[in-house]
Nanobody
Framework: VQLQASGGGLVQAGGSLRLSCAAS????????MGWSRQAPGKDEEFVAA????????NYADFVKGRFIISRDNAKNTVNLQMNSLKPEDTAVYYC???????????????????WGQGTLVTVSS
């Protein structure tokens, strides 16, 4: 399974960015997907997850109401729309996929087995 994240960059506080993750190597629509992030000097943390059909999502409290995760199974992509960005959102963002197929939304980092290379998001104040 290969995951390629893109869309990061530099944005001012209050702005928006859209991250995308392209997946390959297996039938994309059979698996949930997730995003995590790691800020400088901090532990990696879960951000958002979506189930295989896209009709169920879960968000970390610190992004609820600001970020939206979505997927396009026809294009094998999962997206993270990030709005009202804050300087504390600065981090490397990773997309992730599990090794097992499930209809559940996977909300813990330990549930994922494959990780993309990460894309850097920098939010200036």
């Amino acid at each position: 399974v290969q995951l390629q994240a893109s869309g990061g960059g530099l944005v001012q506080a209050g702005g928006s960015l859209r991250l995308s993750c392209a997946a390959s190597g297996r039938t994309f629509g059979n698996y949930g997907m997730g995003w995590s992030r790691q800020a400088p000097g901090k532990d990696e943390e879960f951000v958002a997850a979506i189930n295989w059909s896209g009709d169920s999502t879960n968000y970390a409290d610190f992004v609820k109401g600001r970020f939206i995760i979505s997927r396009d199974n026809a294009k094998n992509t999962v997206n993270l729309q990030m709005n009202s960005l804050k300087p504390e959102d600065t981090a490397v963002y990773y997309c992730a996929a599990p090794s097992f197929a499930t209809a559940l939304v996977l909300t813990r980092r330990s549930m994922y087995d494959y990780w993309g290379q990460g894309t850097l998001v920098t939010v200036s104040s």
